[in-house]
């Protein structure tokens, strides 16, 4: 879930006082200064992840990370929920360093191109901005940097026992990372077939071989049982989705409430060439022109040196970074001249810039040792390397802190809270949209915040899972059907609809909000009731009452204690704040 964390938490107070986990690279000692830019409580993109027990996050589910952030809720003793699960995603940004700094490391030969490997990502704005707050694209960086460095330690094992364990450790982490983010499915594709490839070569392939490697690719799946146990014990207050069937659980699986193959809804986006040429105006960004110049020597340096050992590797990372740049700019059908789509995007550009970094590092080995042949003096040059990877890591970081320090920004939090509290005892919010819908939920659900109130999701309303499953967890709202439709009706199934006015004449009694807006689609309000503004909400009242806008202001004027500055942006978070 996209919520930060609190900067005056103990565990974060030792960070920045110099007390740092211990750790094998000197990259990953580099990557402690995110500790001091894990954020204050704030929700920035749509939230996946409702940190309460039981929960099965939206399609695909993520079941892995699901279970991890529930892991870190029980073991870590410090903070909010929402702070040991930064804490953890943290921790993974970190653990992506050392990965790459031995993959690049032990491709080039060399110190300074896996520290500059893992120093040109793990700094970038993206990578960065991901790893101080909770979500799946930390846990992807990681796997995939794990798959390669498997990948490049098969490549120079020396005994087929070692390739033997090799290939089984890396099948059981291709499905495992599989139960995070789908997107690592077009590596695996690739890197599959090279590692059969050489084993066949090498006359390791048996019977036996396959059947393990099954087993192990198997097993690396099994944290997708989690989601239909979870659906059938159905305690989570807030989940997504009936996995209790065999068509629920492919359904969620594959994605289809969105569109298999597809990052959204909608019909039409930005098209191939377009997404493609921004992401590499992006890549230029984030990684600097030199890194992309760089990777783009060691393609050619030692992409076709016929004495290079590890070059089939080399090829196969970038058959692996053109495969999936292509492919996800095929299928990223979100219309990019929005910021607030280019927010969505880009963050799948992660998984892209890893390979990009690990060439970078190649790249910097290949030409310094051009350099070296043709001028001599090799200390001399040793130290111009090195002292050209500070720069560049220190440039990155000089770029990026101040974007991604978010440790004093809590205007979300701010904002939940706030609204939160202005609302009367036993009252009902109708939620629409990713701001207050995670906002709110994650501060009733999992920090306990007014329990009296109920949350009612719009658009879940919409789908045949949602009242069966959940509306048990909302005794205080009548629902006088099982799924919202503007069009009244009883399907052949035993499905009844009913449309908003029939919802809310159910329940006249009660105070019922709507944050933020009502659905378009779904006029029949209209006739028999009004928005009153509440706020940044609003509250439907019967039509039959009068409305004073003078009492009315008096009544509402003091709801908030809202200290943000009116119209102030965060381009970090690609939206200006709500008043």
Same mark, same amino acid.
């Given at each position: 879930?996209n ?19 211990q750790?094998s ?15 204050a ?14 929960v099965?996050?939206h ?19 410090l ?11 943290a ?13 690049a ?12 490997a ?6 970038s ?23 390669m460095?498997?990948?490049v ?16 450790l ?36 048996s ?32 989940s ?28 039409? =986006?930005? !098209? /191939?060439?377009? +997404?493609? &040429?921004?992401?590499?105006?992006? *890549?230029? %960004? ?5 890194? @992309? ?24 990372f970038?058959?692996?970074l ?19 789509f280019?927010g ?16 970078? =590092?190649? !790249? /910097?080995?290949? +030409?310094? &040792?051009?350099?070296?042949r043709? *001028?001599? %003096? ?5 130290? @111009?390397?090195w ?5 560049l ?32 005892p ?18 009733h ?13 719009q ?12 509306a048990?967890h ?43 807006g ?5 006029p029949?309000?209209?006739?028999s ?13 019967h ?18 204690n ?18």
């Amino acid at each position: 879930m996209n919520v930060l964390l609190n900067p005056r938490a103990s565990l974060l107070s030792r960070a920045q006082s110099g007390s740092q986990p211990q750790v094998s690279s000197p990259v990953v000692r580099e990557r402690g200064c995110g500790w001091t830019t894990l954020a204050a409580p704030i929700f920035w993109k749509p939230s996946r992840f409702y940190l309460s027990s039981g929960v099965v996050a939206h399609p695909p589910g993520y079941p892995l990370f699901t279970i991890l952030a529930r892991l870190a809720m029980i073991i870590l003793p410090l903070g909010s929920p929402v702070f040991r699960v930064n804490v953890l995603n943290a921790l993974l940004g970190a653990a992506t360093a050392p990965l790459l700094f031995e993959t690049a490391g032990r491709l080039s030969n060399s110190y300074s191109g896996g520290i500059l490997a893992a120093g040109l990502f793990c700094f970038s704005r993206l990578a960065w901005q991901w790893s101080v707050a909770a979500e799946v694209f930390t846990l992807n960086n990681f796997f995939v940097s794990l798959l390669m460095v498997l990948t490049v330690r098969f490549c120079t094992a020396a005994t087929a026992q070692e390739r033997s364990k090799l290939s089984l450790l890396g099948a059981f982490i291709c499905g495992l990372s599989l139960c995070n983010q789908h997107t690592i499915v077009l590596y695996v594709m690739c890197i599959v077939p090279w590692v059969l490839f050489r084993l066949q070569r090498e006359k390791e392939m048996s019977v036996r071989a396959i059947p393990r490697l099954g087993l192990c690719f198997g097993a690396g799946l099994l944290p997708y049982l989690y989601l239909p146990i979870s659906s059938y014990l159905n305690r989570a207050r807030w989940s997504w989705g009936d996995q209790t069937t065999l068509r629920g659980f492919t359904t969620h699986l594959l994605r289809e409430e969105y569109g298999t193959f597809n990052l959204a809804k909608s019909e039409s =986006g930005s !098209g /191939l060439l377009q +997404v493609l &040429s921004f992401q590499m105006a992006q *890549m230029k %960004n984030e990684l600097s022109t030199i890194g @992309a110049i760089l990777a783009l020597t060691a393609i050619t340096l030692q992409g076709f040196k016929r004495n290079f050992a590890q070059r089939s590797v080399l090829w196969l990372f970038t058959i692996m970074l053109c495969s999936y740049s292509l492919f996800f700019s095929w299928r990223a059908n979100l219309d990019i001249s929005k910021p607030l789509f280019v927010g969505v995007v880009e963050r799948f550009w992660l998984q892209s810039n890893l390979v990009v970094c690990v060439l970078a =590092g190649c !790249g /910097l080995a290949s +030409v310094s &040792s051009v350099l070296r042949r043709i *001028m001599g %003096n090799k200390a001399l040059w040793c130290w @111009a390397e090195w002292l050209f990877v500070i720069s560049l890591i220190a440039f990155q970081i000089h770029l990026n802190y101040r974007i991604c320090d978010q440790s004093n920004n809590g205007v979300v939090d701010k904002f939940a809270r706030n609204l939160l509290g202005s609302l009367p005892p036993n009252a009902t919010i109708l939620v629409r949209g990713d701001l207050p819908g995670n906002s709110l939920r994650y501060l009733h659900y999992c920090e306990g915040q007014r329990p009296d109130v109920s949350l009612v999701d719009q658009e879940m309303m919409t789908y045949n899972w949602y009242l069966p499953k959940l509306a048990k967890h909302l005794p205080r709202v009548h629902f006088p059907g099982n799924r919202w439709n503007p069009i009244i009706q009883e399907d052949s199934a035993g499905t009844v609809t009913f449309n908003l006015h029939h919802l809310l004449n159910e329940n006249r009694d009660k105070e019922i909000f709507v944050c933020i807006g009502l659905h378009e689609g779904d006029p029949s309000w209209k006739h028999s009731y009004s928005l009153w503004p509440w706020g940044v909400c609003e509250k439907l009242v019967h039509s039959t009452s009068q409305f004073s806008p003078e009492s009315w202001i008096q009544h509402t004027k003091n709801m908030y204690n809202w200290t943000e500055e009116y119209g102030r942006k965060y381009p970090e978070l690609q939206h200006s704040v709500v008043k």
